[in-house]
């Protein structure tokens, strides 16, 4: 029994030691032989990928049996127990080893050795221990203690350990260049390849190339390590200067050629991108000619990492448009293109990517062609749903910027760009969408495809026409519409796009850019220009008939000045309408029509090319109407035209004169008050935003007149003709009732024959419609003015035909009034002597002659010569009456008439009248059965508040008195012929307001005083 404990303790607890004592003696001699530095990752950002992150630290050494077992041999459970105590010991002896300090532990002492390798020789005696030389045992404990100790690159550049350590790299190019000169396609030997170091992590490197020789295994060991320290110290800025400063680049650049070793070239490569981050040595990279031997690598490497390395290099080395170019040029793009169809790894996809978006960047011609020729929009186009967000964006942003070159285009648009731009464009427009600041390259790019008609068939069918009109909407958008609009400009004879684009609003967004300012257009280079056309010109070409025809329709539309201005091969698509040139060169060459047009839109007449261009194109429709004869259309037309600070563009001209000469358009010119429009804005001289209150605008022109006045002639002609007289009569009789008084409020501005404005507007009511609805809620902002305007000039069609309006009342003359008879009465001596008295609420009493005031009114004269008590009394109370008022009425009982009392009591223009004394008299005047005086002071309020002092808002005042009279007065004041237009607009509105509900008695002054006829006379109803 206790025989057997023994053994299953043996089993359970010896035997483990001893083996785990085994395998760390075999672990410990294996180590020297296959611990090597491992290649670097090329990580995916600048900040990021500029340590050396695939090297581990190294393990320390388990110091090695003396006498390694060489043969297999037997245990026994004695031996088993002296094996587990030996075991024992050696565990303890390796933690002793391990606790000890080493002389790579100093930094001095690494520096020594990189002093004395730099300034002897790479080579050394190796130490038999370790199997390493002191140069190699440095190098390690540089690049995986310090170096990666926090402040060790900093202080290995203060303790100058960026000189020997390139001038170590210079030594090191040196001896590798020697062999491959000799002997440049030899194959490397069997047995340097089979002893090329393992890396600790990561996959192993490949086969070195065949065209070039292995560099030694201790050569490739040294600048493994060397360059591994130098990319590591080039991810600080003040390494990377003095690195420049100490010419480390050359060595380098000299490395990459010579050593074609996938590790070495990995390096290299990484330190190049590591200097390449400040733009100085950037340049001196590409001066160096390390481009082409970066492209050299990207074609025969085979290592991932070595390619993300190189990728990387060049993506730091596109820094400025300059260096992108010269990358194109010396064919980087091709092999990232073909690296990218061959469907790599994750992390070397996400690297093409990255450096093709660089490269991308303002992308050349050079740049679109190699990329096209290396295969590599299908497998862009396919990365737009990659599902990696860093890589999809790139990938789209690409896209982006190819467009920016119109051969690439339609191969582009082939491979299913057209449809990813548009999708894109619309999922960050949505609601969770980005920034209106990550949308500017899509649309850019969207509006570059619609310059191919192939591009414009798809982006239709892709949805992007609804796209392109949801960003005019978008006030946000505004510095891309005049980018847009020029876009839509390809689409000028696609019939069912031009349906489309109007059914989704295009005309009034057209018409707001007119009158509004857009914002600059950036500024497109001539390799942008469409791919339809080709650029070899044949200026022999015979002109065919069907070419002539074209270019007579291209002057009169106004591409261009004349018939030397265009090319058997020029198109309207590719050149818009020519600019005013400087008078130095008046005459425009084919170049300069080729080249397309990107002066900054601004506020001004030669802002709206694209603009007019369309809205010419909408016009030449067979019923326009819908699109063009509404507010908004007109508003942004007329805008135009008038706001020019020259003349405007004939085209705007011959849009208007187009849509006033087609009898389609009639009808929608009533509805719309456009012919009230056309007469206000450009015969008149008063736009919308001029009222009611009035704005600095330039000065009406006398050819704003002019045009008015011949657009307003085109539509009488179509209101005239057979099919006009059909259509308005239509419209007055059967129409809804806005379109009823719009069409009566538009009949004096188009219709001159008598027998047509006398059947309509008087006969069949016309008129009267118009009346009543003044004081209804208004159809239109300006339609109190646009009536106001209507009723005078039906005012002057019907005064020849019937009698005169009725004179105004003879004014009184101020100058010279007649002698006051009341006057007497008031001295301290009257004569005669007043026989009796008056007596006011206020308990003055004024003097007055019982038998002048009894024989001056009916009221009077029952009063105090009746049977009432007051025909005894000599002091008789007048109620109701205050003195001002009182006073006008004293001096008429006596007989005066014209000497100024009637003047007394009516306040200055400003002042209200309802109220006032002149309100209070004019009441007593009535009740006292005066007529005459009513009279008088009726023509007194008139001469003060509608004479030469008053104004526009003086006539409500006078009309809320409601006194017949005055409201005719009111009525000839605001349609008389001396008034100027805005004037007689707000007189009418201070009617329309002072009438509120009650409109009666507005209508009949009005209606009074455009018949020409008394007021209560019998009016054609």
Not at 379 to 405: D, M, Y
Not at 616 to 642: C, H, I, K
Not at 726 to 739: F, N
Not at 882 to 898: D, F, K, Q, Y
Request: charge should be positive.
């Amino acid at each position: 029994m206790v025989t057997l404990g023994a053994g299953v303790w043996l089993f359970t607890c010896v035997y483990p030691v001893v083996l785990n004592q085994i395998r760390a003696t075999s672990e410990a001699s294996a180590i020297p032989r296959t611990t090597t530095p491992a290649p670097e990752l090329t990580a995916t950002s600048r900040a990021q990928d500029t340590r050396d992150t695939g090297v581990q630290l190294r393990k320390r050494k388990i110091p090695q049996a003396r006498h390694p077992r060489k043969r297999q041999r037997t245990f026994s459970f004695r031996s088993l127990g002296s094996a587990a105590r030996s075991g024992a010991e050696s565990e303890a002896r390796a933690k002793m080893a391990a606790a000890k300090p080493t002389l790579t532990d100093s930094l001095s002492f690494c520096l020594a050795q990189l002093a004395a390798a730099a300034g002897e020789g790479l080579g050394g005696e190796k130490d038999p221990a370790t199997n390493e030389t002191p140069l190699g045992r440095a190098l390690l404990a540089l690049r995986t203690r310090h170096i990666k100790a926090a402040g060790g690159i900093e202080r290995f550049r203060a303790r100058g350990g960026l000189r020997p350590l390139l001038a170590l790299l210079r030594r090191a190019a040196a001896a590798g260049s020697a062999p491959s000169q000799a002997s440049p396609g030899s194959a490397p030997s069997a047995a340097s390849a089979a002893s090329s170091p393992a890396p600790v992590s990561g996959p192993a490197p490949s086969t070195v190339s065949s065209s070039t020789p292995s560099p030694p295994v201790r050569l490739r060991k040294t600048l493994d390590l060397a360059l591994s320290i130098l990319a590591d110290c080039c991810t600080e800025g003040a390494c990377r200067a003095e690195v420049r400063r100490l010419g480390g680049i050359l060595p380098l650049v000299t490395i990459l050629q010579c050593m074609k070793t996938d590790s070495i070239q990995n390096r290299t490569a990484r330190a190049l991108g590591n200097l390449a981050m400040e733009p100085e040595s950037c340049g001196d990279i590409h001066c160096a000619g390390a481009v082409p031997l970066l492209v050299e690598s990207l074609t025969a490497c085979q290592d991932s990492q070595c390619l993300q390395s190189v990728v990387r290099a060049l993506r730091n080395l596109a820094d400025s448009p300059q260096h992108r170019l010269a990358l194109a040029q010396q064919g980087a793009v091709r092999p990232l293109a073909e690296l990218l169809a061959t469907a790599p790894d994750a992390a070397l996809t996400s690297a093409l990517v990255r450096a093709l978006l660089e490269l991308s960047r303002g992308c050349s011609r050079a740049c679109a062609e190699q990329l096209s020729l290396g295969g590599g929009l299908g497998p862009l186009v396919s990365l737009a749903s990659h599902p990696k967000r860093v890589v999809r964006e790139g990938t789209i942003l690409i896209l982006a910027n190819l467009c920016a070159q119109g051969l690439i285009r339609p191969a582009l648009g082939n491979a299913g760009g057209v449809e990813v731009l548009v999708d894109e464009l619309r999922q960050r427009r949505g609601p969770n969408g980005a920034s209106p600041a990550s949308q500017q390259p899509l649309v850019r790019a969207v509006c570059l495809l619609c310059r191919e008609a192939i591009n414009r068939a798809r982006l239709r069918d892709a949805g992007g026409l609804d796209l392109l009109i949801g960003l005019l909407r978008d006030p946000r958008a505004s510095a891309w519409h005049p980018r847009i609009v020029a876009a839509l400009v390809g689409f000028l004879y696609d019939t069912g796009a031009l349906g489309r684009l109007q059914a989704l609003g295009l005309v009034p967004l057209l018409a707001g850019q007119l009158c509004g300012e857009a914002g600059e257009e950036e500024e497109e280079g001539r390799e942008a220009a469409s791919w339809d056309f080709p650029e070899e010109r044949t200026p022999e070409r015979a002109q065919g008939g069907s070419f002539r025809s074209l270019r007579s329709w291209l002057i009169s539309e106004g591409y261009a000045a004349g018939p030397d201005d265009i090319s058997p091969d020029w198109s309207p698509e590719q050149c818009p309408p020519p600019e005013p040139m400087e008078p130095a060169s008046p005459i425009l060459t084919p170049t300069s029509l080729r080249a397309p047009r990107t002066q900054p839109k601004k506020k001004n007449p030669a802002a709206a090319i694209e603009d007019l261009l369309l809205l010419s194109r909408f016009s030449q429709a067979p019923d326009p109407s819908g699109a063009l004869v509404t507010g908004p259309a007109l508003y942004g037309l007329l805008t135009y035209v008038t706001g020019a600070p020259g003349p405007p563009r004939p085209r705007a001209l011959r849009i208007l004169s187009r849509l006033t000469c087609n009898p389609a358009c009639l009808e929608a010119f009533v509805r719309s008050y456009g012919a009230a429009l056309l007469r206000a804005w450009l015969v008149l001289g008063v736009a919308p935003d001029d009222w009611p209150a009035p704005r600095a605008r330039p000065t009406l022109h006398s050819r704003h007149r002019e045009l008015g006045e011949r657009l307003l002639q085109n539509l009488t002609v179509q209101a005239e003709s057979p099919f006009g007289v059909g259509a308005l009569t239509h419209l007055l009789l059967s129409g809804s009732p806005e379109d009823r008084v719009a069409c009566a409020l538009t009949l004096p501005f188009i219709c001159r024959k008598p027998s047509l404005w006398r059947r309509l507007l008087l006969e069949q009511g016309g008129l009267r419609l118009l009346l009543a609805a003044l004081t209804r809620p208004a159809p239109h902002p300006l339609f109190l003015f646009f009536a106001a305007d209507s009723l005078s000039c039906l005012q002057d069609l019907v005064s020849p035909t019937v009698s005169p309006a009725i004179p105004q009342a003879v004014p009184m003359d101020l100058d010279s009034p007649s002698p006051c008879l009341y006057e007497p009465l008031l001295g301290p001596a009257p004569v005669p002597a007043p026989d009796l008295h008056f007596l006011l609420d206020s308990g003055l009493q004024l003097p007055a002659q019982r038998a002048a005031s009894a024989t001056a009114s009916p009221f009077f004269r029952a009063l105090l010569s009746g049977s009432f008590a007051e025909a005894q009394m000599d002091l008789v109370p007048l109620r109701g009456l205050s003195p001002g008022a009182a006073w006008p009425i004293l001096h008429h009982l006596h007989g005066c008439r014209g000497c100024g009392a009637a003047l007394g009591p009516v306040p200055p223009p400003g002042q209200p009248l309802l109220g006032s004394e002149a309100e209070e008299a004019l009441e007593a005047a009535g009740r006292f059965l005066l007529p005459g005086l009513e009279e008088e002071l009726e023509e007194a309020v008139g001469r003060i508040h509608l004479g030469p002092q008053g104004g526009p808002e003086s006539v409500g005042e006078v009309f809320r008195l409601g006194r017949p009279r005055l409201a005719a007065h009111c009525a000839r004041w605001t349609l008389g012929p001396e008034q100027c237009p805005r004037k007689r607009g707000l007189a009418l509105v201070g009617l329309v307001e002072a009438a509120g509900e009650e409109a009666g008695p507005l209508t009949e002054a009005l209606l009074a005083v455009v018949m020409g006829i008394e007021l209560g006379a019998r009016v054609p109803a």
